[in-house]
């Protein structure tokens, strides 16, 4: 599958990550891309993600074997008519939207389905746009594939090597099946995490101490609250009968657990945590889902003047990159007193020999 050209629409924080990963995994690929912002744009052309910025949708669209759609999951239906007239009869048009049925919906109507495979990379981050992707963002990923029923076979599995070369993990589902699966463990824990952040900012107090120690678990299960707003929006509208229907079992349950406090049903509760434990526990540790795996350290420092600089010299003399650094003012759920988070495992680890070598106590998340 070499000398491929594809073309993007959209290069946000996924078709951006997309873009260089496929472009570090085979340099013959000639990508072209079409963003609403031409410094997006420009800089993909600057650092090499891509060969060629399109001003709109048009005739440089007839030369791509494949087209991904990029854009939030309601654009990405009305631009299919726009491409339509572009399409090669050979080509395939894809998306990377985490609701599936709308735009299977569309592509039946304005028959494409022969042209067209969905996708999902479940992957992502809190923060948004080209500037935050990275040709390493799918790695380990699942990377769910959604056939139409006139899809090409042979296009199926040229699409699961694309996702391989990117170093995901390809899933073949039914568009339908995937909506209600992404309804449960990628659309809830984002509703659960901005409606408990809303929740502790309206309870504080005057004084917003909670917001001052939130810290730990807090912090982490909230951390995708930071998300796109208008991304999310459209999410909910576009998948509001499978999240609505896990939605009214996920408050069932709350009130369970609400009465079980309430009454003093010790085993309840216990039961609550052991399940809860157990099962998450048997979920594979891969970077996909919701909540990114972070790869960081703890170190203990002591409170003195210099001492973060020591430590981030040390990581800099040895090419080791930080992706973030501070000081954990609530331990709750963490030992050692500096939190460092790195961009990979490999960084993480080196990191972590590098500062025992230093006699820096170290813990490893």
């Known amino acids: 599958m070499k000398n491929l050209t594809i073309g993007f629409i959209g290069l946000g924080l996924i078709g951006g990550s997309i873009a260089k990963g496929l472009k570090r995994a085979d340099s013959s690929h000639f990508i072209m891309a079409y963003a609403r912002h031409r410094e997006t744009l420009e800089e993909a052309l600057r650092d090499g993600t891509i060969d060629e910025a399109l001003d709109g949708i048009g005739e440089e669209l007839r030369h791509c074997d494949y087209i991904f759609l990029c854009t939030p999951v309601t654009y990405n239906e009305e631009y299919l008519t726009a491409i339509r007239p572009f399409l090669r009869k050979d080509a395939i048009l894809t998306d990377v939207g985490s609701v599936k049925t709308g735009i299977h919906e569309a592509v039946k109507r304005l028959d494409l389905e022969a042209n067209f495979i969905g996708g999902h990379p ?9 500037r935050y992707s990275t040709d390493h963002l799918l790695e ?3 990377y769910i594939i959604t056939p139409t029923p006139l899809s090409p076979a042979e296009k199926i599995e040229e699409l699961k090597e694309l996702t391989l070369s990117l170093s995901a993990l390809p899933l073949i589902l039914d568009y339908r ?17 901005s409606s408990l952040v809303n929740l502790i900012r309206d309870k504080d107090t005057p004084e ?34 499978n999240i609505s229907s896990i939605l009214g079992d996920y408050i069932d349950s709350l009130k369970e657990v609400q009465s079980a406090v309430e009454n003093g049903d010790s085993e309840a509760v216990y039961k609550l945590f052991d399940t809860s434990r157990e099962y998450r526990d048997s979920i594979p540790d891969r970077s996909s889902g919701p909540i990114k795996k972070q790869y960081a350290l703890y170190c203990d420092l002591v409170d003195e003047s210099g001492a973060i600089a020591t430590i981030a010299t040390i990581l800099a003399t040895h090419q080791i990159s930080i992706k973030n650094i501070g000081i954990l003012h609530n331990r709750e759920f963490e030992e050692g007193v500096l939190n460092i988070e790195f961009y990979g495992e490999e960084a993480a680890s080196r990191a ?10 170290v813990y490893r998340r």
């Open 177 to 193: 099946q995937h909506d209600y699966i992404v309804a449960g463990i990628s659309h809830l824990p984002h509703l659960i995490a």
């Open 140 to 142: 380990n990923a699942y």
């Open 352 to 361: 972590a020999e590098l500062l025992t070598q230093h006699r820096y106590t």
């Open 122 to 130: 479940m992957a992502g981050s809190e923060k948004s746009g080209y």
């Open 208 to 241: 917003q101490t909670m917001k001052l120690v939130a810290a730990g678990g807090f912090k982490d299960i909230t951390r995708i609250a930071s998300s796109s707003p208008v991304m999310w929006q459209q999410v909910c509208d576009s998948n509001r009968t």
